[in-house]
């Protein structure tokens, strides 16, 4: 039973860190902004007629956004993005670009 239970506890460790890796490694990205375009509150809302999806701010050229996750949809990815104390989601394409920092 003891080692049933250190399994347990040595894989959810484990899952924990594959996941904190993950963030960390989407937080070494750069997004830039090169046209105004809305962040929204949800990053399902890249998916075409999706309910109660609202704008949560503006994302402006020249502004610097901190990226703070990234999650990949059919045909689109997601990018949320920090200004202020406000956070929403923006989607690469037109006006979006993302950068990644090679890995050295």
Sequence with gaps: MKLII?????????????WLIDIAS???SA??????????TNWECGY???PDCSVEFEAYV???YDV???RYGKDFMAIKIRKGDSSGWV???????????PNT
């Design 26 to 28: 989407d937080r070494e």
């Design 68 to 70: 703070r996750r990234i």
């Design 6 to 18: 250190g399994l347990v506890i040595a894989f959810a460790l484990a899952a924990m860190g594959v």
């Design 91 to 101: 989607f690469s394409g037109e006006g979006v670009r993302v950068y990644a920092e």
């Design 48 to 50: 075409p007629d999706q």
């Design 31 to 40: 997004v830039e902004i090169t046209a105004r375009v809305p962040a929204y």
């Design 62 to 64: 020249g502004e610097k």
